[in-house]
């Protein structure tokens, strides 16, 4: 059975802990880390099978696990990443914003070689992934329209400098334009969907995202539309948000706990 540290106890660590506690996940939940201790205890009380609640995040690597699951935020990722594969642990990682620092990704994608192990990203918010990678050479546009209602995008980096006031918005509102680098570093809990694209496909400079705020919507809708000389692909994916944070959707936390089902059985599998 495989051994799981976890890095963050919020909406999605406390759903992936539980599907581990209720065996649908095949795997030992032994350790895990918040910053807020309240948020680790008040997730261990969840818990059935109770893991080890550690002081430090660099601590779940350094104890006996096979992999190390980060739900927490791009400050955790640059933080623990390069330390747990040096402890020879493999990672899956959700704030994959983090990645589009080229340094960041460089130096931890030399690491997976050195050290022999993986860095898991889930598909997270969207679908898709599995064509644009198999297009990636042929690529000549990629972008991602993301809508969500304004309180999902409250407390983003980006309204510390910009005049909008998310409570004044009354009708479907473009507050964003322009590239997945810029957008993750400005809405870093809200975007890393474009992450994930741009690292799949044409890179984080050449991926266009828009961020449109709609008072009107109770999903969270990404809208994905890649073209080049394979033809044209068009992904609408339109997601209920996690009752616990509407920032994050309910399908991000499905596509971690299947990621990692996958990680912990040795089984037939399906797709790209
Ligand atoms: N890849 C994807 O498609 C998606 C990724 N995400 C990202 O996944 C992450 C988790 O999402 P949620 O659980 O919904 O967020 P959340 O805000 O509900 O929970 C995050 C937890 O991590 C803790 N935390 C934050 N920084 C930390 C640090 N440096 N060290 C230790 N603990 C720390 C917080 O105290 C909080 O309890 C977020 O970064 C979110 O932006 C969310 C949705 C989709
Ligand atoms: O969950 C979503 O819809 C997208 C999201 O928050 C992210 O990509 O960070």
């Given at each position: 059975?495989?051994?799981?540290?976890?890095?963050?106890?919020?909406?999605?660590?406390?759903?992936?802990?539980?599907?581990?506690?209720?065996?649908?996940?095949?795997?030992?939940?032994?350790?895990?880390?918040?910053?807020?201790?309240?948020?680790?205890?008040?997730?261990?009380?969840?818990?059935?099978?109770?893991?080890?609640?550690?002081?430090?995040?660099?601590?779940?690597?350094?104890?006996?696990v096979d992999i190390v699951v980060e739900a927490a935020s791009?400050?955790?990722?640059?933080?623990?990443?390069?330390?747990?594969?040096?402890?020879?642990?493999?990672?899956?990682?959700?704030?994959?914003?983090?990645?589009?620092?080229?340094?960041?990704?460089?130096?931890?994608?030399?690491?997976?070689?050195?050290?022999?192990?993986?860095?898991?990203?889930?598909?997270?918010?969207?679908?898709?992934?599995?064509?644009?990678?198999?297009?990636?050479?042929?690529?000549?546009?990629?972008?991602?329209?993301?809508?969500?209602?304004?309180?999902?995008?409250k407390g983003a980096k980006f309204f510390e400098t910009s005049?909008?006031?998310?409570?004044?918005?009354?009708?479907?509102?473009?507050?964003?334009?322009?590239?997945?680098?810029?957008?993750?570093?400005?809405?870093?809990?809200?975007?890393?969907?474009?992450?994930?694209?741009?690292?799949?496909?044409?890179?984080?400079?050449?991926?266009?995202?828009?961020?449109?705020?709609?008072?009107?919507?109770?999903?969270?809708?990404?809208?994905?539309?890649?073209?080049?000389?394979?033809?044209?692909?068009?992904?609408?994916?339109?997601n209920y948000p996690d009752e616990n944070n509407p920032k994050?959707?309910?399908?991000?936390?499905?596509?971690?706990?299947?990621?990692?089902?996958?990680?912990?059985?040795?089984?037939?599998?399906?797709?790209?």
């Amino acid at each position: 059975m495989k051994r799981i540290g976890l890095l963050g106890c919020g909406a999605m660590g406390t759903q992936i802990a539980l599907a581990i506690d209720s065996g649908q996940i095949p795997a030992t939940l032994t350790h895990v880390f918040d910053e807020s201790k309240e948020k680790s205890a008040l997730l261990v009380e969840k818990l059935t099978n109770k893991p080890e609640i550690v002081e430090n995040s660099h601590l779940l690597s350094s104890n006996p696990v096979d992999i190390v699951v980060e739900a927490a935020s791009q400050d955790a990722v640059m933080d623990v990443s390069l330390s747990v594969l040096q402890n020879k642990k493999d990672l899956m990682i959700m704030s994959v914003g983090a990645l589009l620092d080229e340094s960041i990704y460089d130096i931890l994608s030399d690491a997976c070689k050195d050290f022999k192990k993986t860095i898991y990203l889930p598909s997270g918010a969207i679908a898709g992934l599995d064509g644009i990678k198999s297009v990636k050479n042929e690529l000549e546009s990629l972008s991602i329209t993301t809508t969500k209602h304004p309180r999902s995008l409250k407390g983003a980096k980006f309204f510390e400098t910009s005049d909008i006031n998310l409570d004044e918005i009354n009708s479907s509102t473009v507050i964003f334009e322009g590239t997945a680098k810029e957008a993750v570093s400005l809405f870093p809990a809200n975007i890393n969907v474009a992450a994930l694209l741009s690292l799949t496909g044409v890179g984080s400079e050449k991926t266009g995202v828009k961020i449109v705020a709609d008072p009107n919507t109770e999903k969270n809708t990404h809208h994905i539309v890649a073209e080049g000389k394979f033809g044209k692909m068009t992904f609408t994916i339109e997601n209920y948000p996690d009752e616990n944070n509407p920032k994050t959707s309910r399908l991000a936390i499905l596509s971690a706990i299947e990621t990692l089902k996958k990680y912990c059985l040795n089984d037939i599998q399906i797709g790209t």
